[in-house]
């Protein structure tokens, strides 16, 4: 059979007749996936003076150094990003005029392969 539906054919035999049973295997899988965790809201923040590139870099942006943007805040003189994030283990680091950077704030920390160390957030 072709197309993007794969049926399984059961046969089962009664008297002289056969009675055939078509079963979607594509909807029994669709219906044993257990539904996806809702995201959480997570803000990072980090102390750096005014006028400096800083990013967040992790697992969750394949550690793309300019892939999330902080935002300077005046009034508490941090730069926070919030990203919304599935339950889980992440690990990240800032990216500061270039500089990678554990979170100092975050005593939460793995080694990397690169023999410095890498911050670690936990979600839900």
Known sequence: MQGK?????????K???VKVVAKSTR?????KTEPKA???AVTFSV???KGKAVYLAGEF????????????????GIYTATLQLAPGVYQYKFVIDG???ADPENENSV???????NSVVTVG
């Not at 150094?65 to 902080?70: E, L, R």
Request: include cysteine; hydrophobic fraction near 40%.
């Open 27 to 31: 909807r029994a899988a669709a219906a």
């Open 61 to 76: 942006n394949n550690w793309d150094p300019a892939g999330k943007k902080m935002a300077w805040k005046a009034r508490s």
């Open 47 to 49: 102390h750096a003076d």
């Open 5 to 13: 539906d794969k049926m399984k054919i059961n046969a089962t035999k």
């Open 99 to 101: 500089v990678w950077c």
């Open 15 to 17: 008297s002289a007749a």
């Open 111 to 117: 080694q990397n392969d690169q023999g410095t160390f």
């Open 38 to 40: 809702a995201k959480q």
